[in-house]
């Protein structure tokens, strides 16, 4: 049944890819925004973000403050792709450590 999923997911988004390329999609501003947040909303359970990106782009802070963080649970342990020895996380894994920062910000601006 997963398969069946995929496969029909696969489909729809390849269609959906060759007419926007093609310039036959006529998605008014709304939908496109819809669809534009389903998307994200999907893609931000992908383990495609390394330990580099999430220190760069998500928490602003060096690579021994995200290790910190790990070894206080605020992140978990990453997934390993295939062939890879690198860790990845999803977006999602990042809400306690950015609640964290954001705590710790607060307290110092008081």
Same mark, same amino acid.
């Given at each position: 049944?997963?398969?069946?999923?995929?496969?029909?997911?696969?489909?729809? +988004?390849? /269609?959906?890819? %060759? *007419? #926007?390329?093609?310039?036959?999609?006529?998605?008014?501003?709304?939908?496109?925004?819809?669809?534009?947040?389903? +998307?994200? /909303?999907?893609? %931000? *359970? #992908?383990?495609?973000?390394?330990?580099?990106?999430?220190?760069?782009?998500?928490?602003?802070?060096?690579?021994?403050?995200?290790?910190?963080?790990?070894?206080?649970?605020?992140?978990?342990?990453?997934?390993?792709?295939?062939?890879?020895?690198?860790?990845?996380?999803?977006?999602?894994?990042?809400?306690?450590?950015?609640?964290?920062?954001?705590?710790?910000?607060?307290?110092?601006?008081?």
């Amino acid at each position: 049944m997963q398969l069946i999923r995929q496969k029909l997911i696969e489909e729809l +988004l390849s /269609a959906l890819l %060759k *007419n #926007v390329k093609a310039g036959n999609c006529n998605l008014s501003d709304e939908a496109a925004i819809e669809a534009v947040n389903a +998307l994200t /909303a999907i893609n %931000k *359970n #992908v383990y495609n973000i390394t330990k580099r990106a999430a220190c760069d782009k998500i928490l602003h802070c060096a690579t021994s403050t995200f290790e910190l963080y790990r070894t206080m649970k605020l992140i978990p342990e990453g997934h390993h792709d295939y062939g890879s020895k690198e860790l990845r996380w999803c977006e999602n894994d990042f809400k306690e450590a950015l609640a964290y920062r954001r705590n710790e910000q607060s307290k110092m601006v008081q």
